[in-house]
């Protein structure tokens, strides 16, 4: 039995993404926290697809890799992002949001993605934080979202 166990502990740490931890910072002041995996077979010289997971009421940044999403966005060679949002239980307000716009912006300028394939998924409030943040970012000259999808969030976007 032990020795199945530390073999199952070795694949998983062999095979296992490793999760990157950076700052929103503004004026001096970190602002906001936020996680991101890079896809095993990235290469910056062709540019992915960026899969922005935000965590339900109560979570964190480290919440959506509770889910299969990094995996899957792993396994597409898509980079793949949790932003903390300033808050465990609110994302949809203007606060937030610009938070979350920033970390993408980062994101843009450290490594290749490609600004059509922007997506956003997330359960609950975070749902709710994908769809809102789509619906409220269409200017063409900044990261718009593509698609997102909700899981159990808010179906009305206009209030």
């Known amino acids: 039995m032990i020795k199945k166990l530390l073999t199952i502990l070795v694949i998983s740490v062999?095979?296992?993404q490793e999760i990157f931890i950076e700052y929103l910072v503004m004026d001096g002041d970190s602002i906001d926290v936020f996680s991101y995996q890079i896809p095993e077979l990235y290469d910056e010289d062709t540019p992915c697809a960026l899969l922005v997971a935000?965590?339900?009421w109560g979570g964190n940044q480290n919440s959506p890799y509770n889910t299969t999403f990094d995996e899957e966005?792993?396994?597409r060679g898509w980079i793949f992002m949790s932003p903390y949002g300033g808050s465990v239980n609110n994302y949809n307000h203007q606060g937030a949001q610009e938070m979350?716009?920033?970390e993408i912006l980062w994101l843009m300028n450290s490594y290749s993605i490609d600004p059509n394939r922007i997506y956003m998924v997330g359960g609950s409030m975070g749902g709710a934080a994908g769809m809102i943040y789509s619906n409220n970012h269409l200017h063409p000259d900044e990261p718009m979202v593509a698609a997102t999808a909700s899981g159990s969030?808010?179906?009305d976007c206009e209030r």
């Open 14 to 16: 062999c095979f296992s």
């Open 54 to 56: 935000f965590h339900q």
């Open 73 to 75: 966005s792993n396994d």
């Open 100 to 102: 979350v716009r920033g």
């Open 153 to 155: 969030g808010i179906l």
